[in-house]
T-cell receptor, first 118, second 113 residues
Framework: GAGVSQSPSNKVTEKGKDVELRCDPI?????LYWYRQSLGQGLEFLIY????????KSGLPSDRFSAERTGGSVSTLTIQRTQQEDSAVYLC????????????????FGPGTRLTVL | RKEVEQDPGPFNVPEGATVAFNCTYS??????FFWYRQDCRKEPKLLMS???SGNEDGRFTAQLNRASQYISLLIRDSKLSDSATYLC??????????????FGRGTQLTVWP
C-alpha cells in the first residue's frame, strides 16, 4: 500500500519568509510524528500527534514552529520567519499508535522535505 | 548528555566480514529499542527491533543489555548492499511503547568488494 508521503520534496526560501510542509500518513495510522535532520546530525524530534489527544510539542525549537493535524490525517508543519539554521531535512513518520495492538509500534518515515533557507 | 550515543565510524570492511556496532542510552526507563537503516539522502527504515533476550534476523543479530544500557548490532557476511548508516533508536516513554523516538547520530558502514 501507499507509504507516508511528504510535499514538497525540496523547498528553497529566503530568510524571513514562512513555509508550510505537508505530510500524508499511512491510511489508518493514528500517530504522526515530525522530526528534522540537520547535516551531520541525528534526527531531532519536533512534535507528536496521537489521535485526538493534545499533541506533544515538547520538541519544537521555538515559537516560530507550529504544526496541526486536520481530521486525524494530513499534517502541516509551519515555520514562520525562517532562519538559516532552520535548513534541514524535515521528516514525517506515522504509526498505528493506539489503533494497533502490538507490543511495539513501528514508525514509518516519509521521504522528507529538504528545506534550504538562503 | 545525549539520550543515545553511537560511535559514528566510519566502518570500512570487505565483503564477507563481520562487523559490530554499539550504542548506549541514558534513560534507564526506556522501553523499546530499534535499529534503523538510512541510505544516503533517503529516509530511515526499520531494520529490526531489539528484544531483551536478543534476536536474530538472517545475518543480523541484535542484543540488549539493560543493566549496562547498551545495545549492539552484529552483521555477519557483509554484503555491498549493507553499506548505509545504522541508527540506534530508543523510545523513552515510561510505561508506553508509543511516542517520541530518540535517535543516535548513526554509524556509517561501507562494505567494499
Amino acid at each position: 500500500g501507499a507509504g507516508v508521503s511528504q510535499s514538497p520534496s525540496n523547498k528553497v526560501t529566503e530568510k524571513g519568509k514562512d513555509v508550510e510542509l505537508r505530510c500524508d500518513p499511512i491510511s489508518g495510522h493514528t500517530a504522526l510524528y515530525w522530526y528534522r535532520q540537520s547535516l551531520g546530525q541525528g534526527l531531532e524530534f519536533l512534535i507528536y500527534f496521537q489521535g485526538n489527544s493534545a499533541p506533544d510539542k515538547s520538541g519544537l525549537p521555538s515559537d516560530r514552529f507550529s504544526a496541526e493535524r486536520t481530521g486525524g490525517s494530513v499534517s502541516t508543519l509551519t515555520i514562520q520567519r525562517t532562519q538559516q539554521e532552520d535548513s534541514a531535512v524535515y521528516l514525517c513518520a506515522s504509526s498505528l499508535g493506539l489503533a494497533g495492538g502490538y507490543s511495539t509500534d513501528t514508525q514509518y518515515f516519509g521521504p522528507g522535505t529538504r528545506l534550504t533557507v538562503l | 548528555r545525549k539520550e543515545v550515543e553511537q560511535d559514528p565510524g566510519p566502518f570500512n570492511v570487505p565483503e564477507g566480514a563481520t562487523v559490530a556496532f554499539n550504542c548506549t542510552y541514558s534513560n534507564s526507563a526506556s522501553q523499546s529499542f530499534f535499529w534503523y537503516r538510512q541510505d544516503c539522502r533517503k529516509e530511515p527504515k526499520l531494520l529490526m527491533s531489539v528484544y531483551s533476550s536478543g534476536n536474530e534476523d538472517g545475518r543480523f543479530t541484535a542484543q540488549l543489555n539493560r543493566a549496562s544500557q547498551y545495545i549492539s548490532l552484529l552483521i555477519r557476511d557483509s554484503k555491498l548492499s549493507d553499506s548505509a548508516t545504522y541508527l540506534c533508536v530508543v523510545n523513552s516513554d515510561r510505561g508506553s511503547t508509543l511516542g517520541r523516538l530518540y535517535f543516535g547520530r548513526g554509524t556509517q558502514l561501507t562494505v567494499w568488494p
